[in-house]
């Protein structure tokens, strides 16, 4: 194994202590004596400790992503990708990596999110004990992002209301920024299309929780 500078060193500890506080527990999973984590929270480890706490969560996020990819098997195919990508919070394109084994060590932040949801979809799939998530929280979050998405369109929609008023007046088209002009509905209909899909996603959600 190739050593790694001080400054590479502080760099792989800081990355794994916000991966700890992010999901407390990982300590204990990763074998951190609790009466050295005050003491390793507020200064760096020796070199050998940090690398050994390095692999150990290494590899359990390999041992998660396997036991995760083995139950998505079961229920997803390419078809259901995109469907099960609105109701987890995780892409289509990343589902298919953990499936087809492409993606070996994911994230935990995919990890967690694809968790919560076959905890919820297959019977007597647990979550680890260190996931952050429960299905409240992960609630909150994915509504909170729906009703932003909604506001950001309705700003958009004020905005067309008061162009489409500006151009009636001059009885001219809007122009692009070649040039070209623009159908008077174009934005508009990019704003039906985009309410469309969250109704799409809400109605998905809802079917979730």
């Known amino acids: 194994m190739e050593e790694l500078s001080q400054k590479q060193l502080k760099t792989r500890w800081a990355d794994i202590k916000k991966q700890i506080k992010e999901r407390q527990l990982l300590a204990y999973r990763v074998g951190i004596p609790l009466d ?14 940090i690398n050994r706490i390095y692999f150990a969560i290494q590899e359990d996020r390999k041992s998660k992503a396997l036991r995760i ?40 932040d995919i990890i967690n999110r694809l968790e ?60 692009d920024w070649n040039g070209n002009e623009i159908e008077p509905t174009y934005s508009l209909e990019r704003s039906i299309e985009r309410l469309s899909e969250l109704k799409t996603h809400i109605d998905l959600f809802w079917r979730f929780i």
């Not at 390419?78 to 589902?95: F, L, M, P, W």
């Not at 297959?122 to 994915?142: A, D, H, M, R």
């Not at 506001?151 to 007046?169: G, M, N």
């Open 36 to 49: 050295k984590w005050d003491e390793y929270i507020h200064s760096t480890p020796p070199e050998s400790e």
């Open 116 to 175: 919560l949801f076959l905890s919820v979809i297959v019977s007597g799939f647990e979550l680890s004990i260190e996931n952050p998530l429960n299905v409240k929280s992960y609630t909150y979050e994915q509504i909170g992002e729906i009703t932003s998405d909604i506001d950001k369109i309705a700003e958009s929609l004020k905005y067309y209301c008061y162009k489409l008023t500006e151009l009636s007046r001059k009885m001219e088209k809007d122009k």
């Open 69 to 108: 990819k083995e139950e998505l098997s079961k229920i997803v195919g390419y078809r259901e990708a995109k469907e099960y990508s609105k109701k987890s919070g995780v892409s289509d394109t990343v589902i298919r990596e953990v499936i087809e084994g492409k993606k070996e060590m994911a994230g935990y």
